[in-house]
């Protein structure tokens, strides 16, 4: 079972950076494919990026590209979400998810992925 942790979250003004952190508790961590996601409260998780297992696939979702870069380090256990000339739309928390993959996909869709973090605030001010 892998268990992400997000980190990272923060109040940051439009146009500004953040790098979110997601380590993973688990010696197969080499194995899944890792996947950011957001939710605002009254709407659907909504998937950000993703990254096959051994970091040589990414997918991004539209709001993302350019704007957001998803990298991992396996041997830290770790995935990363670089984001860059921020928005207030996204304002969201953001969620990590694992979803054991090895032969190499990056999954899009919330129901693909099995475990799940428990989320980082990311507010995004005007």
């Known amino acids: 079972q892998v268990q992400p942790v997000e980190s990272g979250g923060g109040l940051v003004q439009a146009g500004g950076s953040l790098r979110l952190s997601c380590a993973a508790s688990?010696?197969?961590?080499?194995?899944?494919?890792m996947g950011w996601f957001r939710q605002v409260p009254g709407k659907e998780r909504e998937f950000v990026a993703a990254?096959?297992?051994?970091?040589?696939?990414?997918y991004y979702a539209t709001s993302a590209t350019g704007r957001f870069t998803i990298s991992r380090d396996n041997a830290k256990n770790t995935v990363y979400l670089q984001m860059n000339s921020l928005k207030p739309e996204d304002t969201a928390v953001y969620y990590c998810a694992a979803d054991f993959s090895p032969i190499g996909g990056v999954p899009g869709s919330s129901y693909e992925y099995d475990y799940w973090g428990q989320g980082t605030q990311v507010t995004v001010s005007s």
């Open positions: 688990r010696r197969t961590f080499s194995s899944y494919a």
């Open positions: 990254i096959s297992a051994t970091g040589t696939s990414t």
